[in-house]
């Protein structure tokens, strides 16, 4: 019986409370998406229910509703009928969703939003540095060479001018000017300025200030610091759009970047800066104090605070606590600390980094992990570990029983700002009881990272293999009809590969909607060339306005979903190039859309191609009968034996 729109629509707009508990709707090729004023006043039980709705999830504060291909997108019409909503792409329901987010986790996201697009450079220079710095502690020689100058030029200058690119970034996320922004981050490390990890060897009295209006403003730098251009950038970009508004055009252009930069600069080195180097001092005693707390509890807590200091940006200034522990007896024992602290945190990145099935976040997790092995650890705390919270939480938990073990151990180091796998060179006299503290670290945040962090459906984009490149010229000089001849004879009710590539399970597709098979039994394809063949001789059921994906009824009256990537609505139609419209009349082997796989891939998503009979209940003898490599037009799965 055919599904009534109407009702379908009536009935989940009624289950989900009304229009009081509605903020927004949206849908995509298979799914409705709903933000909710509160979740907790929905009976899921009874939406699941609903005639029409084959699964219900929520996800990212979106209330997922999954009905369908070709279904949904009537649903969703009677829906804004009778709720009196107005249509919303799909990134209008996740900034929506992303506004009702508690005040915490939409601060944690917009420092990740800001750390992504600048993660290539940190974890590059994150591992160089790691490496640079142990072969100057293994090799003496070598430290005082040419090559280590220049090494270590070309490996700490993204963390010299880290302020820089997180200001630029931070723009961006922000929505302000990137050009306006980078002025504000090189101000705060400008060369007149005292270098910010210079501070902590210095006097009060001999940090320099300016006294304008009765207000004293230290000349100190930002080197390394992570929050205090978040918030600077934040009011930057609040000011500017403020004076975009109330300023006349006509002077607008010089008047709006002038008052901006001006403002923001006095801001952050009058007030945002004092803030925090009081806060800094705070914590550099409050360290001080508590490793002497009894019995190693002291040593403890620092283990797990440290990474937290790390994102604050004032982990450098431990360097006076040390400096003044060799200072008095010739031994460090915060090195210890700060080592379990950071070994922990690589664990539980690299802990990530295999268990992910993201490609692009195994790229980030697991050189991240090797350079946090190696003391540098804000590619995984920033890129990795943060961003999904409880991976930074497990390393903790790990940088606390290591920095106990340390404590207990007695471990001291005759150096320091050297940590992890390096570090062994400054406890020489330590060496088994340091490497028990690593192991231990190691091990407990791995193993509760494995067994707590779950990896996000939505964080899912990118293919788990690399595909062959797309022969363009074999796409412009390939005929357009199809056959080929290579398909076998094969019963009526069958369909054949609808693109060429490699074939995996549907369990396999990363997506979990697709690969639980609530839409229907299947495969994926991982594509080797950007042409999607009609799969047999069938009608063109539906087709997306952002042109990845289609539906097909065939044989049997198979109904046939061939969605292109994985939240590839995302790309908006570009990259695709939809040839057949609905209702088309279309011959096994025609081509129905064309794709660019690279562009998928620069655009973070998996080119893996779903391939479902979306009404695979209703034949008991559906077979998958080819995996692995296939060519186009090769049978792919049957409904009859």
Not at 118 to 125: C, D, F, K, N, R
Not at 444 to 464: G, Y
Request: contains cysteine; glycine residues 10%.
């Amino acid at each position: 019986m055919a599904l009534d729109y109407a009702k379908c629509a009536k009935e989940i707009f009624e289950t989900v409370g009304g229009r009081s508990n509605l903020v927004s709707a949206a849908h995509c090729a298979t799914r409705l998406r709903l933000v909710t004023v509160d979740n907790g006043k929905i009976d899921m039980k009874k939406l699941e229910n609903i005639d029409g709705v084959k699964g219900v999830f929520s996800n990212n504060g979106q209330l997922q509703l999954i009905i369908g291909t070709g279904t949904v997108n009537k649903v969703y019409e009677e829906f804004l009928k009778v709720s009196g909503m107005s249509a919303a792409t799909k990134e209008d329901v996740k900034a929506a969703a992303a506004a009702q987010q508690p005040l915490p986790k939409r601060m944690i996201k917009a420092l990740g939003d800001v750390f992504v697009p600048i993660l290539p450079a940190i974890v590059a220079s994150g591992l160089m540095m790691g490496l640079v710095e142990a072969l100057g502690k293994a090799i003496p020689a070598f430290a005082g060479s040419d090559w280590y100058g220049i090494l270590d030029l070309l490996a700490n200058t993204a963390f010299t001018f880290l302020p820089v690119l997180i200001a630029v970034s931070a723009s961006r996320v922000f929505g302000g000017n990137i050009f306006l922004g980078a002025v504000i981050g090189m101000i705060m490390i400008h060369p007149n300025l005292i270098n910010a990890w210079s501070v902590s060897s210095m006097e009060a009295s001999e940090i320099p200030v300016w006294n304008l209006f009765g207000f004293t403003i230290r000349q100190v730098g930002y080197q390394g610091h992570v929050i205090p251009v978040v918030i600077a950038i934040w009011i930057m970009c609040k000011l500017e759009k403020w004076l975009h508004k109330h300023v006349p055009e006509m002077i607008d252009l010089f008047v709006t970047p002038l008052c901006t930069v001006m403002i923001t600069a006095f801001l952050t080195l009058g007030i945002i800066g004092p803030v925090f180097s009081t806060a800094e001092t705070y914590v550099l005693n409050f360290a001080s104090w508590i490793i002497t707390v009894g019995h190693g509890i002291g040593a403890m807590i620092m283990g797990a605070l440290y990474p937290l200091t790390v994102v604050c940006g004032i982990h450098h200034m431990y360097n006076v606590i040390e400096a003044g522990m060799l200072a008095s007896d010739g031994l460090n024992i915060w090195m210890p600390i700060a080592s379990a602290a950071n070994f922990a945190q690589g664990a539980a990145c690299l802990a990530v980094g295999i268990k992910a099935l993201s490609h692009k976040t195994k790229s980030v997790a697991i050189p991240s992990a090797l350079s946090a092995a190696l003391g540098i650890t804000e590619p995984a705390i920033f890129g990795v570990n943060l961003r999904f919270m409880k991976p930074l939480v497990c390393g903790m938990a790990g940088g606390a029983v290591g920095a106990l073990l340390g404590s207990l151990f007695h471990i001291g180091a005759t150096s320091y700002g050297v940590t992890g796998i390096p570090g062994f060179l400054t406890t020489l006299d330590y060496s088994v009881q340091y490497a028990i503290m690593l192991a231990v670290s190691f091990a407990v945040a791995f193993v509760l990272t494995w067994f707590t962090w779950k990896e996000d459906p939505e964080d899912v984009k990118n293919s788990r293999k690399k595909g062959a490149e797309t022969d363009e010229k074999e796409l412009v000089q390939e005929a357009a009809a199809p056959a080929d001849g290579k398909e076998e004879a094969a019963p009526e009710k069958s369909l054949f590969a609808p693109v060429r590539g490699n074939v995996i399970p549907r369990s396999e597709i990363p997506d979990e909607t697709f690969a639980s098979g609530v839409l229907g039994d299947g495969v994926g394809i991982d594509p080797e060339e950007g042409i999607v063949y009609a799969p047999f001789d069938g009608e063109i059921s539906s087709v997306t306005d952002t042109r990845h994906a289609v539906g097909i009824t065939g044989p049997g009256e198979m109904e046939v979903l061939i969605h292109v990537g994985v939240d590839t609505v995302n790309m908006k139609g570009d990259g695709f190039a939809l040839l057949v419209n609905e209702g088309d009349k279309v011959k096994k082997g025609q081509r129905l859309l064309t794709f660019d796989i690279e562009k998928i891939r620069a655009a973070g998503y998996s080119p893996v191609t779903a391939v479902l009979l979306t009404n695979s209940d209703d034949y008991p003898d559906f077979k998958v009968v080819k995996t692995g490599k296939t060519d186009k037009m090769e049978k792919l799965y049957t409904i009859e034996p």
